[in-house]
């Protein structure tokens, strides 16, 4: 199965490469089933991102933004022992990976081959979960991706946004560094704008990554994910933020991670995703890279 927006064959004509890695090894979740995450985030793009009629099939338009001329490959779903490469070779091209999970630990293994193929330049990173992942007491999981993506990381750039379920020990990694996180109620207290005004100032020129947990989202309006928190943020929130800085920041790469969908009602979390993915794409400023 391929995204209906893939419009390109290869990944030479592409400008962005969509990827699935629909691998969950690293998880410690109870809840089971986020390798389903890239499929049943393709079937909800194709389903309810276009309209047919007349024997054609019409896409809807982003909110913002505009698709046109937005070259995009989905590359299909492949092992996690082949990302690493694959990456490193679509960020060599001067391309845009956008990466479909599976557990959120497949981040490290693409910050790890976004830094090595840009030559050492440490990442600011965006990271949206409800939870921080920085976990030290355990290494190689799912918990522990900023503890293991640690060299890679320009920690006085990079914000956890969306963070509500946090471990002291998250908590205390994260003051030592001086890592910056944004609950939702720092987000309701200063206001959505001033949020974004801020992220976007820290971030300056830097290469920007961005990680969409999408446990950062309320589990009222995206039940479907593997560890649910509850107080997170509504999907139009999260849009907003994204496209506000996919459209000023320097991006090199996002992921989407975490879709659960047994757990999902009526493919709501799905949909978000998908959402999520056109919109941003939609806002990405591709010829800078």
Known sequence: MKLLHSNV????????????????????AKRRGAS????????????FEFFERAGKIIPICPMKGTLENKKILDFGNIPRE??????????????????IGG???????ILQAIYEAEKGDKITLLYFDAHPDFVSSTRNYYGSVITDSF??????????????????????NASKQKLEVITPIDIIESGINAIVKKIISKCGSSSVYLSIDLDCMDPGVSPGVSVPAPGGLFPLDLIY???????????VGMDIVELCPDYDLNQNTANHAARILMETISSLKITQR
Do not use: M, W
Request: hydrophobic share 35%; net charge negative.
């Open 9 to 28: 064959n290869t990944v030479g004509q592409a400008d962005v490469i969509v990827i699935g890695v629909p691998d969950e090894s690293r998880s410690h």
């Open 36 to 47: 389903k995450g890239p499929d049943s985030l393709r079937i909800a793009s194709n389903s």
């Open 82 to 99: 082949d990302l690493y490469k694959l990456i490193f070779d679509i960020i060599s091209a001067k391309k845009l990976p956008i990466t």
């Open 103 to 109: 557990d959120h630990s497949i981040t490290t293994v």
């Open 151 to 172: 060299n890679y990381i320009d920690f006085t750039k990079s914000t956890l946004i969306g963070t509500r379920a946090a471990e002291p020990e998250e908590l205390e």
């Open 241 to 251: 933020i994204i496209k506000k800085i996919s459209e000023c920041a320097q991006i």
